[in-house]
């Protein structure tokens, strides 16, 4: 897991790096280089390109590709460690989704972890006047794009292997940021084929860790670990793009976090 978040902040930091192509251009790039494993992967398997859930693949597609567009377009806005932190409330609008399209049950102590996150979002913003309003609300629907992405996975289950999801995920993002990046494309020059392609590699590798992770762990023990994404990228994003943190965006982040944690322990005790 530890690997996991380590490969998600470096693919931030490239994000941010690139981020004077257009944002079409670098989520084509995201899902190019991710399809350079997955297909291969599938093919020597023998597994369906196609898989069994056409209908909900394309769905969990089409909210992935939404909520990945939408999370870049904020690290253009705000620092990257506001932006995973926001990103990372994916987790209650998922439960949010449960309770109204699944019937499942939320604790009642789970709602006052909702309410700490929430609250480190309202300190993130009120309180940190440089933090941009639209990069905190594209954030935010990422957030919520992400949790109709989990709910969907949910309904898709054992039915399909994670690699086909994945697969699904990436081609209709190639296709999709392929198309509307026309009009803008720029040619990468030297070091920035590298840097754009190196962003599915991240992340397919970033994917591939976090499952790993949670095939052979306790989940109460290995998820929270997922957040130390937001510490890398902090300290990613001052020592390497320069970016400062007040002390109320700190104390918004922590908040954010301590109060998903504390949701995921919850959850699984």
Do not use: C
């Amino acid at each position: 897991m530890i690997i996991s978040a380590l490969a998600f902040t470096l693919m931030n930091v490239f994000v941010k790096t690139v981020s004077h192509f257009s944002v079409y251009q670098i989520v084509f790039f995201r899902a190019l280089g991710s399809l350079f494993f997955s297909i291969p992967f599938l093919l020597k398997n023998n597994i369906s390109l196609l898989g069994n859930s056409q209908t909900l693949l394309v769905l969990r597609s089409v909210f992935g590709l939404i909520s990945m567009t939408l999370f870049f377009m904020s690290l253009r806005h705000i620092a990257m460690g506001s932006a995973v932190s926001i990103r990372y409330m994916s987790p209650i609008f998922a439960t949010l989704f449960a309770l109204l399209f699944l019937k499942e049950r939320v604790k009642p102590l789970q709602w006052l972890f909702f309410i700490i996150a929430f609250l480190g979002i309202l300190i993130l913003k009120q309180f940190d006047a440089r933090l941009d309003v639209q990069g905190v609300l594209f954030a935010l629907a990422s957030a919520v794009f992400a949790g109709l992405v989990y709910i969907t996975i949910r309904k898709i289950g054992a039915k399909d292997h994670p690699v086909v999801v994945v697969n699904y995920f990436m081609f209709i993002s190639v296709l999709i940021g392929g198309l509307l990046s026309i009009n803008n494309w720029v040619m990468p020059v030297g070091v920035e084929w590298f840097l754009l392609l190196s962003l599915g590699v991240f992340g397919y590798f970033a994917q591939l860790y976090m499952t790993k992770a949670m095939q052979i762990g306790e989940t109460n023990q290995i998820a929270p670990l997922k957040y130390l994404e937001v510490l890398f990228t902090i300290i990613l994003g001052v020592v390497w793009l320069d970016e400062v943190y007040s002390l109320w965006s700190l104390l918004g982040i922590l908040l954010i976090i301590l109060g998903l944690s504390l949701n995921l322990k919850k959850k699984f005790l």
